[in-house]
């Protein structure tokens, strides 16, 4: 009976050594070349074409093709704001970043912002005392002065349409919680009331402005007073609530806020909603 029972387990043996042979099949090397960006991209988090380059020593043109075979497939994406190409979520070794998720989401979409609106956008989600840029259309912009973020600009959520957007519509005891953390230690009652009907009227309206302006010293706030820039912005809502904000910037000498709102509030909405949609989709939530 010992003789018997050797034979399958050399025979198994031998088929598992066999298994890590050469087979003389040759490799795709067009497959190693992508798998070889995807994985400097995915453990990078992010890298530019010319890191690329560099790093991997293939011509621009090659991997250009190569990285646009992997868009194709939903495996990098590449960030508007930087031309940087990012790791998809759905190839991440761990928990997606919730911040590049949402870009993600909302890149595609501020593209064709881009192409029904002349001026730019950002958007950008909540912190513990600003908002956090995570994406911008603004290289697409035809104009000079279009230069907003970069990604990881902390906006102020008492002087910028995008902050005031978000504050908004946040639940009353998230914005009570803000508040508290940008309030000055001699705040008096006039600062809250002013920072409340800003609120109520934002809200009542469906969108935000940078004006009028609140005393209270935070972060940008001579920024605003001095940039000669213009904004409206609404909220981004998901499934439960607002997830981020996404604004519109311009000269304040090239057209009034009503103007704009007017002309490019329906679109501006339109994407917001659409964002949120996709996140809700995908069971965004931070």
């Given at each position: 009976?010992?003789?018997q029972?050797?034979?399958?387990?050399?025979s198994?043996?031998?088929?598992?050594?066999?298994?890590h042979k050469?087979?003389g099949?040759?490799?795709?090397?067009?497959?190693?070349?992508?798998?070889?960006?995807?994985?400097?991209?995915?453990?990078?988090?992010g890298l530019?074409?010319n890191?690329?380059?560099?790093?991997?020593?293939?011509?621009?043109?090659?991997?250009l093709?190569l990285?646009?075979?992997?868009a194709?497939?939903s495996?990098?994406?590449?960030?508007l704001?930087?031309?940087v190409?990012?790791?998809?979520a759905?190839?991440?070794?761990?928990p997606?970043?919730?911040?590049?998720?949402?870009?993600?989401i909302?890149?595609?979409?501020?593209?064709?912002?881009?192409?029904?609106?002349?001026?730019?956008?950002?958007?950008?989600?909540?912190?513990?005392?600003h908002?956090?840029v995570?994406?911008?259309?603004s290289?697409?912009?035809?104009?000079?002065?279009a230069?907003?973020?970069?990604?990881?600009?902390?906006?102020?959520?008492?002087?910028?349409?995008?902050?005031?957007?978000y504050?908004?519509?946040c639940?009353e005891a998230?914005?009570?919680?803000?508040?508290?953390?940008l309030?000055?230690?001699d705040?008096?009652?006039?600062?809250?009331h002013?920072?409340?009907?800003?609120m109520d009227?934002t809200r009542?309206?469906?969108?935000?402005?940078r004006?009028p302006h609140?005393?209270?010293?935070?972060?940008?706030?001579?920024?605003?007073?001095?940039?000669?820039k213009h904004?409206?912005?609404v909220a981004?809502?998901?499934?439960?609530?607002?997830?981020?904000?996404?604004?519109?910037?311009?000269?304040?000498?090239?057209?009034?806020?009503?103007?704009?709102?007017?002309q490019c509030?329906?679109?501006?909405?339109?994407?917001?909603?659409?964002i949120?949609q996709?996140?809700?989709?995908?069971?965004?939530?931070?």
């Amino acid at each position: 009976m010992g003789g018997q029972s050797a034979g399958p387990r050399r025979s198994t043996d031998q088929a598992e050594d066999d298994a890590h042979k050469p087979t003389g099949v040759k490799s795709v090397r067009a497959l190693e070349r992508g798998l070889d960006v995807l994985l400097a991209v995915r453990t990078a988090g992010g890298l530019g074409l010319n890191a690329l380059h560099q790093q991997l020593g293939l011509p621009k043109a090659t991997l250009l093709r190569l990285l646009q075979t992997l868009a194709s497939r939903s495996l990098v994406w590449r960030r508007l704001a930087d031309g940087v190409w990012m790791p998809a979520a759905v190839i991440q070794g761990g928990p997606a970043d919730a911040g590049c998720r949402l870009a993600e989401i909302a890149s595609p979409l501020m593209v064709e912002l881009s192409n029904r609106l002349v001026w730019p956008s950002v958007i950008a989600i909540p912190r513990a005392d600003h908002m956090e840029v995570i994406e911008t259309n603004s290289p697409m912009s035809r104009f000079d002065f279009a230069s907003l973020g970069p990604v990881g600009v902390k906006l102020s959520y008492l002087h910028t349409a995008t902050g005031r957007a978000y504050l908004a519509a946040c639940g009353e005891a998230e914005r009570a919680a803000l508040v508290a953390r940008l309030a000055p230690p001699d705040a008096g009652p006039d600062g809250y009331h002013l920072l409340e009907a800003i609120m109520d009227e934002t809200r009542a309206r469906g969108w935000s402005t940078r004006v009028p302006h609140h005393p209270w010293a935070d972060r940008n706030r001579q920024t605003v007073l001095r940039d000669g820039k213009h904004s409206i912005a609404v909220a981004v809502q998901g499934r439960g609530g607002p997830i981020a904000a996404l604004n519109i910037t311009w000269p304040s000498r090239r057209a009034s806020v009503a103007d704009v709102a007017e002309q490019c509030l329906g679109s501006l909405q339109a994407i917001a909603e659409r964002i949120g949609q996709a996140a809700a989709a995908t069971d965004f939530t931070w």
